[in-house]
């Protein structure tokens, strides 16, 4: 892949990542997330917990497994996903 491909691609998961669709998709599932029966698992590092848990069950979450690959892109997208936990 190019650089030219590369940054198209990374365009357009960043457009993925300010879709209301995809933070509404993205809250239910974090909402089955913490009413899950494992919760106690999640109980401290609540973020970095479901952020991993997110990134290795990506297909789930409809993410696209490329946004890991921007350090940019990972920090918006923990950045949302923050927002939508402390909303829940």
Do not use: H, W
């Amino acid at each position: 892949m190019d650089s030219t491909q590369k940054a198209a691609m990374l365009a357009d998961v960043k457009e993925l990542l300010n879709l209301k669709d995809f933070k509404s998709g993205l809250q239910n599932r974090l909402t089955a997330c913490l009413l899950s029966p494992n919760l106690t698992a999640y109980k401290t590092d609540v973020l970095q917990n479901i952020s991993t848990f997110i990134k290795d069950n990506s297909s789930i979450f409809k993410v696209p497994s490329s946004l890991f690959e921007d350090v940019e892109l990972s920090a918006i997208f923990t950045t949302i996903i923050s927002d939508l936990l402390s909303s829940i």
